[in-house]
Structures are given as structure tokens and as C-alpha cells.
């Protein structure tokens, strides 16, 4: 078992910075993949971005690609979503998830519980 627990959301004015953290304790942390998703108000959850357990790639959905940034520490457990520029429309409650990567698509096995994120304009 692997549990995660964001923390970093709130509210923050578009163009500015937010930067969010995963914990994860329990199995280890590096050998996962780790990913952000999201899920806005009565929309599905989707991807945001991923980073492999060496932390060597990263893909990112075309939506927040050149604004958003993963990274990852496996010393401290922990893997961060570093949010530049942030629209209204990235407005979502945020979730980190451990996993791996299959054919090129992320296949999560861990989910945190999230935490809200709010872009005004």
C-alpha cells in the first residue's frame, strides 16, 4: 500500500504560481511513476502530468504543457506540481496517484485524497 497526501491547493490569481506536494508513505516511493490528475465541477477526472520513477521523463497533457511542471524527490518521498501561469479554466480539485506507465498511458494503482485548486481571473 502506498498512501498519498496532497497539500499546496487553494486559490491563486491567474498568471500567477502555486506549487503542489505529494507525500507518499508505506511501499516504496521510487518505484513508482507518479502523476497529477484532475477533476474539474461536473466534469471527468483527467490527466495532467507524469513523471517515471527516475524522475528521467515526464509527459504532460497539451493543456498545461510549458505552464506546469512535475517533479520528484524519492529522498523525501515526495513529488510536486509546480503550476505557472494557471488560467480559470485549471481550476479543479487536484490528485496525485502512484502507478506506472503502459503502452505510453498511465495506469495508477494509489490515489491521494486531493486538494482544491482555485484560479480567479
Known sequence: QVQLVESGGG???????LRLSCAASGRTFSYYAMGWFRQAPGKEREFVAIITWTGGSTYYADSVKGRFTISRDNAKNTVYLQMNSPKPEDTAVYYCAAGRIVNMSPSMDYWGQGTQVTVSS
Open 11 to 17: 486559490l491563486v490569481q491567474a498568471g500567477g504560481s
